[in-house]
T-cell receptor
Framework: AQTVTQSQPEMSVQEAETVTLSCTYD???????LFWYKQPPSRQMILVIR??????QNATENRFSVNFQKAAKSFSLKISDSQLGDTAMYFC???????????????FGKGTKLSVIP | DTEVTQTPKHLVMGMTNKKSLKCEQH?????MYWYKQKAKKPPELMFV???????INESVPSRFSPECPNSSLLNLHLHALQPEDSALYLC???????????????FGDGTRLSIL
C-alpha cells in the first residue's frame, strides 16, 4: 500500500514571498504519478501541478514548481510570488500507473493549510 | 466555473429522510468517483464507476447507494443516515486513457451535508 505524508499541518507566508510545502511518500511501485491539489475555502479541489515518476525534469506551472527527488521519495511544492488567492489547503496525492478495476485511485496526504498574509 | 457540477450545494436532512446527491460532467470522462470529506481532513474514496459500472466500493455502509444512469451522471442516494455522516461529499471524474497521469481527476464543488 502507498502512504503520503505531509509533515506541516499549517504554514504561513507573506504576500509576494516564496514558500515550500513538503511531501514524502512510500511505495514499492517503480512508475507512478504525483499531484498537488489545492482546496480553497470555496471547497473545490483544484489540480495545481503533476509529475510523472519516470520524468527526471521537475514540473512547473507558472508560479508553482516541484522538487521531485525519486530516490528520497520526496515531492515538495514551491510557490513563488505568493498571492492572497493562494490561501488554501494543499493536498499531495499519489497514483499508481496501473491499478485494478480500471480506476485511477488517488492516495492523499493529510494536507497543509497555507495562509498568505497581506 | 467548475466542469463537474454537483447539486445541491447544501443539504440538511433528518435521519429518517431519503435524499439524493447529483453529479454531472460533460467532459466525456468514463470514470466517476464519490468522496467523503470531513473538516480539515483529506477526501476519502467511497465509490468508483468505470464505464458506468461500479468498480470500487470502499466498504461503504448500505445507507449510501450509488447509481450511474449514464456516462455523464452520477447519483448518491441517501437513506437513514447517521449524524457522523455529516460531511462534504465530493464528486470527481477522469478520463481513462493509457497515460494515466494525463487523466487527472476533476472535482466538483461538493455538497455540504448535515444530518440532524
Amino acid at each position: 500500500a502507498q502512504t503520503v505524508t505531509q509533515s506541516q499541518p499549517e504554514m504561513s507566508v507573506q504576500e509576494a514571498e516564496t514558500v515550500t510545502l513538503s511531501c514524502t511518500y512510500d511505495t514499492s511501485e517503480s512508475n507512478y504519478y504525483l499531484f498537488w491539489y489545492k482546496q480553497p475555502p470555496s471547497r473545490q479541489m483544484i489540480l495545481v501541478i503533476r509529475q510523472e515518476a519516470y520524468k527526471q525534469q521537475n514540473a512547473t506551472e507558472n508560479r508553482f514548481s516541484v522538487n521531485f527527488q525519486k530516490a528520497a521519495k520526496s515531492f515538495s511544492l514551491k510557490i513563488s510570488d505568493s498571492q492572497l488567492g493562494d490561501t488554501a489547503m494543499y493536498f499531495c496525492a499519489f497514483m499508481k500507473s496501473y491499478s485494478g478495476a480500471g480506476s485511477y485511485q488517488l492516495t492523499f496526504g493529510k494536507g497543509t493549510k497555507l495562509s498568505v498574509i497581506p | 466555473d467548475t466542469e463537474v457540477t454537483q447539486t445541491p450545494k447544501h443539504l440538511v436532512m433528518g435521519m429518517t429522510n431519503k435524499k439524493s446527491l447529483k453529479c454531472e460532467q460533460h467532459m466525456g470522462h468514463r470514470a466517476m468517483y464519490w468522496y467523503k470529506q470531513k473538516a480539515k481532513k483529506p477526501p476519502e474514496l467511497m465509490f468508483v464507476y468505470s464505464y458506468e459500472k461500479l468498480s470500487i466500493n470502499e466498504s461503504v455502509p448500505s445507507r449510501f447507494s450509488p447509481e450511474c444512469p449514464n456516462s455523464s451522471l452520477l447519483n448518491l442516494h441517501l437513506h437513514a443516515l447517521q449524524p457522523e455522516d455529516s460531511a462534504l461529499y465530493l464528486c470527481a471524474s477522469s478520463g481513462m486513457g493509457i497515460r494515466r497521469g494525463d487523466q487527472p481527476q476533476h472535482f466538483g464543488d461538493g455538497t455540504r451535508l448535515s444530518i440532524l
